[in-house]
């Protein structure tokens, strides 16, 4: 979405004085990301960089015998080509980056991008202050997995990304969520289950509805409150 300030619809575009907006517009590409679409390859050059509006996306680790386990989820909060901003030009050996949900985004070349943290401007600020939400993300997650339950861990997972396709239905299949969680698939089957059964969401045929928005939050462990603070208070 665009007015004549600039795009908008990712809180880190969002943040910018309306006279960067309109002033990147011009080096910011919109775009369709397609479910599973791979937008960084194991140690392949990162080319773009991309700040999503309704499109969600993995940041998986692909450890052995396995087929990835998610480190952190992207969505209409943060941009998928961080190292970018910190000098870094290839992805790291075993990190892959995945659409999870389809939808909308903006590119720009990872060039640019780079050029733009070296001028030290507006863009860098916010760019810092994500920085620190993702990582704050990526510790609380890694605490979720170690402390909570599974069903907790799907809520929380659930609630995340409703926040960020701005819709109560959205496209999710078993093996996804299996390898979103880390889990097998029997284990989704029986969590969704209950979750459906609680009245919190409705899953059928590869498409999951939040049916009960509350419901849903009391399900989920604290995690989910204490990441979306973070990135309320560091990217208002």
Known sequence: MADGSGPRGNRIIDALPDSERARLGAVLEPMRLELKEQ??????????????????????????????VEVATVGNE???????AWGVSYAN????VQVQVPGEALRMDADVFAAEI????????????YTQAFFAQITQ???????HSIQERCARWLLLTHDRVGSDEFPLTQEFL????????????TTAGILSQAGFIHYRRGRLKITDREGLESASCECYGVVRGVFDRLLL
Do not use: H, K, W
């Not at 050059?45 to 396995?66: C, G, H, M, P, Q």
């Not at 997650?141 to 402390?147: I, S």
């Not at 299996?178 to 089957?189: C, D, E, K």
């Open 39 to 68: 937008l960084q390859v194991p140690g392949a050059r990162i080319d773009s960089v991309y700040f999503a509006l309704d499109a969600v996306n993995s940041l998986l680790n692909l450890v052995e015998n396995s087929g990835g």
């Open 78 to 84: 943060g941009l998928v080509g961080l190292p970018v």
């Open 93 to 96: 050996p075993r990190d892959l």
């Open 118 to 129: 070296a001028a030290q401007g507006p863009l860098a600020s916010v760019v810092q202050r």
């Open 141 to 147: 997650q890694v605490a979720c997995n170690g402390l």
């Open 178 to 189: 299996a390898q979103m969680l880390g889990v097998r698939r029997p284990t989704v089957t």
